[in-house]
């Protein structure tokens, strides 16, 4: 069996998210993804731009994103 990787380059400017319910809000408060992706565990990959979505992810680890 194959075990599944996922690979990060920082030097991109994208963050993944797999979080549906995270996604949403992000998309819901105005960023929208640069693309989807499929293939994580059959799972829709939503990627953004990780520059600007900082300001999201800080307010979503707050539980302030509504």
Do not use: C
Not at 28 to 47: M, S
């Amino acid at each position: 069996m194959k075990e599944e990787m996922i690979v990060i380059d920082n030097h991109l400017d994208e963050i993944k998210i797999v979080n549906p319910r995270q996604a949403y809000l992000y998309i819901k408060n105005g960023l929208q993804p640069i693309r989807l992706e499929a293939g994580y565990n059959d799972k829709l990959v939503y990627v953004f731009s990780r520059s600007k979505s900082e300001p999201f992810f800080e307010k979503w680890r707050n539980h302030e994103l509504t």
